[in-house]
C-alpha cells in the first residue's frame, strides 16, 4: 500500500510559479511509476505529466508542455512537479499518483492540494 501526500499548493498571480511536491511512504518508491493529475472545478480530473519508475522520459499534457516539469528523488521518495509561466487555467486541485510499472491503473492517489492562478 503506497500511500501519498502532496504540498506546495497555494495563491499566485499570472504568470509565476510553484512547486508542488508529494511525499509516498513506500520503501519500494522506485519501482512505481508516478504523475500528476488536475481537476478543475465542475470538469473532470485529467492527465497533467508523468515520468516512468526509472526517472528517465517524462510525459506532458499538451496543455503544460513547456511550462511544467515533473521530476522525481528515489533516495527521498519525492516527485515534483515544478510549475512556471502559470495561467488562470491551471487552477485546480492537483492529485499525485503511483502506479507499480506494469499496472494499466493509477491504484494510488493522494488527497490534493489546491493551486489558484489569479489573472
Known amino acids: 500500500q503506497v500511500q501519498l501526500v502532496e504540498s506546495g499548493g497555494g495563491l499566485v498571480q499570472a504568470g509565476g510559479s510553484l512547486r508542488l511536491s508529494c511525499a509516498a511512504s513506500e520503501r519500494t518508491f522506485r519501482i512505481y511509476n508516478m504523475a500528476w493529475f488536475r481537476q478543475a472545478a465542475g470538469k473532470e480530473r485529467e492527465f497533467v505529466a508523468a515520468q516512468g519508475w526509472s526517472g528517465g522520459s517524462a510525459y506532458y499534457a499538451d496543455s503544460v508542455k513547456g511550462r511544467f516539469t515533473i521530476s522525481r528523488d528515489n533516495a527521498k521518495t519525492t516527485v515534483l512537479l515544478q510549475m512556471n509561466s502559470l495561467k488562470p487555467e491551471d487552477t485546480a486541485i492537483y492529485y499525485c499518483?503511483?502506479?507499480?510499472?506494469?499496472?494499466?491503473?493509477?491504484?494510488?492517489w493522494g488527497q490534493g492540494t489546491q493551486v489558484t492562478v489569479s489573472s
Open positions: 499518483a503511483a502506479r507499480s510499472n506494469g499496472d494499466n491503473n493509477w491504484a494510488y
